[in-house]
Each structure stands twice: as structure tokens, then as C-alpha cells.
């Protein structure tokens, strides 16, 4: 017989409890935030810029969880089609039997 290899589902980290890197760096490190104050300016528009970034990652976020859900709803309607198959099926084997 030959041999199939199945991994197995116990070593394995489901996707929904994986940790996703924090890409999202920290507000104290930025360049010059916290060193020097005597430039408010220079300041403002880092924090103005990574407000941006956040805001992007946000719309991206939501883009990927429509995403998502899309492909939820399409997976459920696709295991109830496979789920159907067997009463199709049964209901065919009887229409032979009664012929």
C-alpha cells in the first residue's frame, strides 16, 4: 500500500491565534520626537505623517476584512452545496427503485 503523509493538526497554530508582526513603529522612537522639543513644527508633521500611515493601514484593514467576509459567506454557500450532494443522490437512487 503506499504511504500518505498527513501533518499533524495539534503542531499546528490556527490562523485566527497567530501573532502578526506590529509593523506600526513606536511614537517615542520616531526621528526626533522626544529629543528635541524646541521644534514643534518638525514634530507636528511626523506625527502628521505617521497619522497617515495608521489611517492607510486602517483602510487596508477594512478592505481586507469585506474581503473576508465575501469569501465567508461564498465558503458557507459552498459547504451546504456539498452538504445537499448526498440528498440529490438519494433522492435519485430513489426515483430509479421506483421505475
Do not use: C, W
Amino acid at each position: 500500500m503506499a504511504e500518505i503523509a498527513v501533518e499533524n493538526p495539534a503542531n499546528q497554530v490556527p490562523p485566527h491565534k497567530k501573532q502578526l508582526p506590529s509593523s506600526i513603529p513606536n511614537i517615542d522612537t520616531l526621528d526626533g520626537i522626544g529629543t528635541d522639543g524646541n521644534d514643534e513644527y518638525s514634530t507636528l508633521k511626523k506625527l502628521e505623517r505617521h497619522l497617515e500611515y495608521i489611517q492607510l493601514q486602517e483602510e487596508y484593514i477594512k478592505d481586507e476584512q469585506r474581503s473576508l467576509k465575501r469569501e465567508l459567506v461564498r465558503a458557507q454557500e459552498e459547504i451546504k452545496r456539498i452538504q445537499s450532494v448526498p440528498l440529490v443522490i438519494g433522492q435519485f437512487m430513489e426515483a430509479i427503485d421506483q421505475k
